[in-house]
């Protein structure tokens, strides 16, 4: 009897700890793939709303040029840039 008794816990304890398909490792995968689905789903987020981005810059000159300006500093031909800022001042 104490020898079934030893092989059925030896037998429990291999399903919840055998390396690579116990029951804890699975759970610690089933995580981990959540993670990464969720991690999944927010790249995909950003990629729309960055290829949005790419298209707006693409078709609407105005937005265009806007960033060039703002972003990048950047003039029109023939345009000049007056800087009336007092020098050495904090803001």
């Known amino acids: 009897m104490k020898v079934v008794a030893i092989l059925v816990v ?3 304890s291999w399903l919840l700890f055998a ?3 116990g029951f804890i490792t699975v759970q610690k995968e089933r995580s981990r793939l959540e993670a990464l689905r969720q991690q999944k789903q927010e790249l995909e987020q950003q990629n729309a709303a ?3 981005e790419i298209d707006k810059i693409y078709s609407d000159i105005e ?3 806007r960033l060039a300006r703002e972003k ?3 003039l029109k031909k023939n345009e000049m840039l ?3 800022g007092e020098e050495g001042s904090s803001e």
Do not use: S
């Open 63 to 65: 937005y265009f040029e």
């Open 72 to 74: 990048h500093g950047l």
């Open 50 to 52: 960055l290829q949005q």
């Open 19 to 21: 390396p690579e398909m």
């Open 10 to 12: 030896l037998a429990l």
């Open 82 to 84: 007056f800087d009336f």
